[in-house]
């Protein structure tokens, strides 16, 4: 989201990065007054989708004050370069606010455009992780030691003081900005139940951050829990992984099962012999013959990645609604199976069970989608009048219909069909790797960063919103170098899926 495109709020960005748990970033410059007002249209629409909407009055007087301070902070930099003054010290620093105000108001737009020419910006970002709001006011000019103090001096006076008017009386700056309207800010956040322990101010790598983290209505989210465990509840009614690969899966967890017993009752079944050879012989693979066999195929597989195999071929012969939102997630599955599959050969390619286990991690990721596409009237039924007794919203409903909390469901209802718990853990944490035990870690990274980088090829999102301690541990330090993988990803998937 860029200073030219400010006119319009990307209503279906907004919802998809609240329920994956990526940010938004919005960029300026020089914070013109469209911009302003696109900033807090994004924020309301933020809200509202998350159903605190109570919250916008509040937040949106603290985005547009810590944004003009931020802004505020930009122009002093360039006048004080101008000045020929050391903003670091204090004598210099005394002198030039004494003037600050003045000389840059009657000259704003040539500060406004020398500060964009030098790359001083501000940004605005917005996520929701782990069930908390984060916004961010973030600027590239760092704080100095006597900003710090005044700030400070200024939140201090805050705590003490219980009411706007009281902030009015005895709150007086005449030199900066962030006096009484940060006081203003603070004593506003207290009237939606906040502390000063959800306001902070730091600096690091060169930039100033203003952060505000506020909890999730716990009553919007036991809203969405209540009827996430109900449909689970429901799902009793969806026909379990068929029987055939049911009993397949008790031959390979018997330890004095044979392989050529386990081939031969996988040739009983002609469907499953011919879904399993065109997968093994996949590009996914990268078998150096091709395989005609079932035996050899569970030969070179493995029982692992047999298991893992029948699994996804259970799955999604269960879930096979031809709708075309199904057609989408499941070629968008098979996408990411590929990505995941070559992702872990490449970065832990001494790890044998992250190799074998990514296909179908990747495959089934995001289950709980093809769950919502696959449900019949009578859960629709069941799941409404459960909604109108507890009075849950219809908004609620159709949220979760579209997708929210689908990785926890995924995963609840996998867990319920007896999956392994490292593709249970990949589906429930595959948009929050940082969450997954150690031990699923490694998986969970490389189903995360195929599943991003899917959507990232095709501008869905950003190289800003990759999680990016996933990216430190990949090694992955700039978009340059996503991108190559990305774009070496593309043309082997269009290359297998020509085979």
């Not at 050391?86 to 500060?111: H, L, V």
Request: with cysteine; aromatic share 8%; glycine share 4%.
């Amino acid at each position: 989201m860029q200073e030219k495109n400010c006119s319009i709020v990307d209503t279906l960005k907004i919802r998809k990065a609240i329920d994956d748990g990526i940010p938004l970033l919005i960029t300026t410059y020089t914070l013109p007054y469209d911009m302003q007002i696109y900033m807090c249209e994004v924020l309301s629409c933020f809200l509202k989708e998350l159903n605190h909407e109570y919250m916008t009055e509040y937040l949106t007087y603290c985005l547009n004050e810590l944004t003009i301070n931020a802004k505020k902070a930009n122009t002093k930099r360039i006048y004080f370069a101008e000045q020929q003054l050391d903003i670091n010290n204090e004598a210099d620093y005394n002198k030039g606010m004494k003037t600050f105000k003045r000389d840059t108001m009657n000259n704003i737009n040539k500060y406004l455009t020398l500060q964009k020419n030098a790359g001083l910006f501000v940004k605005v970002l917005l996520q929701v992780r782990n069930g908390k709001i984060k916004i961010e006011i973030r600027n590239n000019s760092e704080l100095t030691v006597f900003e710090y103090k005044r700030i400070h001096d200024k939140l201090t006076r805050a705590q003490q003081l219980d009411s706007i008017e009281n902030a009015f009386s005895q709150v007086i700056d005449e030199t900066e900005g962030a006096g009484l309207g940060l006081v203003i800010m603070i004593l506003m956040l207290r009237k939606i139940g906040l502390t000063d322990d959800n306001f902070s101010y730091i600096s690091e790598n060169g930039e100033t951050i203003t952060r505000i983290v506020l909890p999730l209505n716990p009553e919007s989210q036991e809203q969405i829990d209540v009827i996430s465990k109900n449909f689970i509840n429901a799902i009793e009614e969806l026909p379990h992984i068929p029987e055939n690969i049911q009993n397949i899966n008790r031959l390979l967890n018997d330890p004095n099962s044979k392989l050529s017993e386990i081939a031969q009752q996988i040739s009983n079944d002609v469907t499953l012999t011919a879904d399993l050879l065109k997968l093994v012989n996949s590009a996914a693979f990268s078998l150096r013959e091709p395989c005609h066999s079932i035996t050899n195929a569970v030969q070179m597989v493995g029982i692992r990645g047999i298991k893992n195999l029948l699994f996804s071929l259970g799955s999604m012969e269960n879930l096979g609604s031809k709708s075309l939102n199904t057609k989408d997630i499941r070629a968008h599955s098979n996408k990411v199976a590929f990505y995941a599959y070559n992702l872990a050969r490449n970065f832990y390619p001494k790890e044998r069970e992250v190799i074998e286990d990514s296909f179908v991690c990747g495959l089934l990721h995001d289950i709980g989608k093809l769950l919502f596409e696959n449900i019949n009237p009578e859960i629709v039924s069941k799941l409404k009048k459960i909604s109108e007794a507890q009075n849950i919203s219809s908004q609620t409903l159709e949220k979760l219909y579209a997708g929210k909390n689908h990785a926890e469901i995924g995963a609840s209802v996998a867990e319920k069909w007896n999956f392994p718990e490292v593709i249970v853990n990949s589906i429930r944490f595959h948009h929050n790797p940082s969450q997954v035990e150690d031990k699923y870690k490694n998986i969970t990274n490389v189903v995360y960063l195929a599943n991003m980088i899917a959507q990232y090829e095709i501008g869905i999102i950003e190289y800003y919103q990759f999680d990016k301690d996933v990216l430190d541990e990949l090694n992955i330090l700039s978009e340059e170098h996503l991108s190559q993988i990305s774009n070496q990803l593309v043309e082997a998937y269009a290359k297998q899926s020509q085979n």
